[in-house]
């Protein structure tokens, strides 16, 4: 069983902790000590909103904070695992003392993570548990997340909670993140509903959700579909517009995940129940403190707050945040109180009705 943090608040002091520590490290990496020290940063697509608009400049930012002399590589794998491995090996070639990996595929970017470490340069394995021998991992409580969204959506479906009909969108089977997220949303969802038909979606594409969606609409006929479970706000979206397209009315509550700003909308209006935020500062904060003493030689348990068994069963300093289930009661309390989106950002002008029903406005 991984070694979960279960309070946010413990795992931010321990970062904090972690960035004096890093700021005062003079460790070798692959760079003699003062002098540039390069970061790779291998981040899956440019298409999911969170990577471009959160991780990337968060983590950025943190890295430049506590690391003056170094500097970052980013590159964006568009998706494709057989370029991300590209990335990595041209990562390897040109020298770089750390990088951040967020996978598009764990499996198929092992043999490049053994390649890195072959040539002393950590991989963080960054919100998704990379294979091969990584030297750390920053994420969230991935089955926690999907125990979040199987609690929400047996809520929702009130009566309808004990046997009623649902369809499972599940996320990418190469990101070992959506079987987790699968894998705690059936400990709460099993033996209570019946998972009329359920879809793994290859690269989280929305496109492929909705048209999924509408095969099982198709199948199990409009009426007959009790609730949706999305493993996130791409697939939450896809499977809402199939069910729009289809005339379903009302519709049966959404999940979702990673909170972006149309699925909030979304959740205001009426047409998905809930998301998942995953803070993402906490989580590049602890990811740019762990690349920074990974490139400066310190050990990375000065950054950890616990440890991750991963696939070979070897065990990995670890980072594991806590996320939080968003509905409509509790967007104010979060995502507004946290400053990830101001009311005026939610309440756009179609929404203007629903905030102030809601109270919001």
């Not at 400049?57 to 494709?80: S, T």
């Not at 479906?157 to 894998?183: E, T």
């Not at 047409?271 to 995953?278: E, L, P």
Request: hydrophobic content about 45%.
């Amino acid at each position: 069983m991984h070694a979960c943090v279960r309070d946010t608040a413990l795992a931010l002091a321990a970062v904090s902790t972690a960035v004096t520590l890093t700021a005062c490290g003079s460790g070798a990496g692959n760079s003699a000590s003062g002098s540039t020290r390069t970061i790779g940063l291998l981040l899956p697509d440019s298409t999911t909103p969170r990577w471009e608009a959160q991780d990337r400049p968060l983590l950025e930012q943190r890295i430049r904070q506590l690391c003056g002399e170094c500097r970052i590589e980013h590159a964006d794998a568009k998706g494709d695992a057989a370029i991300q491995q590209e990335q990595m090996d041209s990562s390897i070639a040109h020298g770089v003392d750390a990088i951040v990996l967020a996978a598009v595929d764990a499996r198929a970017v092992a043999a490049s993570v053994g390649r890195a470490a072959a040539a002393h340069i950590p991989v963080i394995a960054y919100d998704r548990l990379a294979e091969g021998p990584i030297a750390g991992y920053i994420s969230f409580d991935a089955e926690e997340v999907g125990r979040l969204q199987g609690q929400a959506l047996l809520t929702a479906m009130g009566a309808q909670a004990h046997g009623g009909r649902i369809v499972m969108m599940n996320g990418d089977p190469g990101d070992p993140n959506a079987l987790s997220f699968k894998q705690g949303a059936l400990s709460e969802l099993r033996g209570k509903v019946t998972i009329a038909k359920q879809y793994d979606t290859p690269q989280w594409s929305t496109e492929t959700a909705d048209l999924n969606m509408a095969a099982a609409i198709s199948d199990l006929g409009a009426d007959s579909i009790n609730g949706v479970y999305a493993a996130n706000d791409g697939l939450a979206a896809g499977s809402i517009a199939a069910l729009k397209a289809d005339k379903v009315s009302p519709l049966p509550p959404v999940t979702g995940q990673d909170a972006e700003l149309a699925a909030v909308r979304r959740i205001v209006g009426g047409d998905q129940y809930m998301t998942v935020y995953k803070p993402f500062g906490p989580e590049a904060a602890a990811g740019g403190a762990m690349a920074v003493a990974a490139a400066r030689g310190r050990p990375l348990d000065e950054v950890a707050t616990g440890r991750v068994k991963t696939r070979s069963g070897a065990e990995v300093p670890a980072v594991l945040l806590t996320p939080v289930s968003v509905t409509l009661g509790t967007v104010k309390n979060t995502l507004v109180k946290d400053g990830v989106y101001t009311l005026g950002q939610i309440c756009a002008p179609p929404l203007a009705r629903d905030c102030h029903r809601a109270g919001l406005t």
